[in-house]
C-alpha cells in the first residue's frame, strides 16, 4: 500500500498535545484547596466528588462552576463565609495553577519542532472557546510552529468536530487536497472519524 504524500498536519490540542484531564484535576484540586482555606465548611472529597458532577453536567466551559457548587451543598457549608469570596479564592487558585502548570508534552514539543523544520503547512483543529483555546495555542507556545492562518476553533468558525466539513475547510485553508492531509488527535468520534469521513489521514 502506498500512503499519500503529507502537505499539511492539524493538531487537536486537548489531550493531544497536552494533557488536559490531568491538568484540569490538578486544577480543580487547588481550587476547592483554596475554598476551604478561606472557611469553606465541607469535606474535601464531598466537594470534589461534587465538582466533579458540576463539570459534568455543565461541560468544562461553563463559567459559574464554583457558585453552582456551592448552590449544591448545604447552606451550613458557607453560613460564616461570603460565598463570593469563596468563589474568587477558587477561581484564583485555578488560574494560578493553569499558568503554573500548562506545560506541552515533552514527545509533542519534539515532533512539532522537527516538523516545522520541513515543508509540511502545520495547523490546528480544536473544540472549544475561542478566547480559552487561543489562550492555550499561546501559553503552549504552539503559536512558534503552526501557521496562524491555520488555527481552527470550532466557536470561532461555527462548525463541531463531528461534522467533517470542518477538516475539510482547514484541508482547503491549506490549499492541499483531503488526502495529503492529516490530523492528530485523541478522540475516536470526534478526531478520529470525522476527520476520516472527510478523506484526511487520522
Known amino acids: 500500500m502506498t500512503l499519500p504524500l503529507l502537505r499539511a498536519i492539524f493538531f487537536d490540542i486537548d489531550d493531544t498535545l497536552y494533557s488536559s484531564s490531568e491538568f484540569a484535576g490538578r486544577a480543580r484540586e487547588a481550587s476547592v484547596d483554596a475554598m476551604l482555606a478561606r472557611g469553606l465548611a465541607a469535606d474535601r472529597a464531598r466537594v470534589l466528588t461534587e465538582l466533579a458532577r ?7 466551559n461553563d463559567s459559574r462552576h464554583f457558585q453552582r457548587l456551592l448552590d449544591r451543598l448545604p ?19 485555578y488560574h494560578e495553577t493553569k499558568w503554573r502548570e500548562l506545560r506541552l508534552r515533552p514527545e509533542a514539543r519534539d515532533v512539532l519542532q522537527a516538523l516545522a523544520a520541513t515543508q509540511v503547512a502545520l495547523g490546528v483543529v480544536t473544540a472549544g472557546i ?16 503552526v501557521d496562524p492562518g491555520l488555527i481552527f476553533i470550532t ?17 482547503r485553508k491549506a490549499r492541499v487536497a483531503t488526502g495529503e492531509a492529516m490530523h492528530v488527535g485523541d478522540h475516536p468520534t470526534r478526531d478520529v472519524e470525522s ?8
Open 54 to 60: 458540576v463539570v459534568e453536567e455543565f461541560g468544562s
Open 155 to 171: 466557536d470561532q468558525v461555527g462548525i463541531a468536530k463531528t461534522n467533517p466539513r470542518l477538516y475539510k475547510l482547514a484541508a
Open 130 to 145: 475561542t478566547g480559552k483555546q487561543m489562550e492555550k495555542v499561546l501559553r503552549l507556545g504552539i503559536d512558534r510552529w
Open 195 to 202: 476527520a476520516a469521513r472527510a478523506g484526511l489521514v487520522t
Open 75 to 93: 447552606s451550613i457549608a458557607t453560613a460564616r463565609v461570603n460565598p463570593s469570596l469563596l468563589v474568587s479564592a477558587g477561581m484564583m487558585a
